[in-house]
Nanobody, 127 residues
Framework: QVQLVESGGGLVQAGGSLRLSCASS????????MGWFRQAPGKEREFVAA????????NYADSVKARFTISRDNAKNAVYLQMNSLKPEDTAVYYC????????????????????WGQGTQVTVSS
């Protein structure tokens, strides 16, 4: 497992942008497929976006396509989620997750596929 720490959450008005970061200080994330999930109050944790170990493949939930972009910088052991055109329904705690894999292009999208999680960062979008 890898220790992950999210940052960049906060309060933003609808239509605004935020950039979330996920970093690991102990181990390289270059051997991990990485994902972002979110959980709103009273709801289950849901998939948002994921990126393959190589960074060549990405996947997004339909609700965030064309608004969110996931990227990674393996040299900095970091993964990012750029969130544009935010909506009140994007309000949630956002979690970074990692899955150790030998596959360059595999993108896990289910929570049970990941074995490392961060503590989460709150994103609140006001209307």
């Amino acid at each position: 497992q890898v220790q992950l720490v999210e940052s960049g959450g906060g309060l933003v008005q609808a239509g605004g942008s935020l950039r979330l970061s996920c970093a690991s200080s102990r181990r390289t994330v270059s051997n991990y497929a990485m994902g972002w999930f979110r959980q709103a109050p009273g709801k289950e944790r849901e998939f948002v976006a994921a990126i393959s170990r190589s960074g060549r493949s990405t996947n997004y939930a339909d609700s965030v396509k064309a608004r969110f972009t996931i990227s990674r910088d393996n040299a900095k052991n970091a993964v990012y989620l750029q969130m544009n055109s935010l909506k009140p329904e994007d309000t949630a705690v956002y979690y970074c997750a990692g899955k150790l894999t030998a596959t360059e292009i595999w993108i896990p999208v289910a929570t049970w596929e990941y074995d490392s999680w961060g503590q989460g960062t709150q994103v609140t979008v006001s209307s």
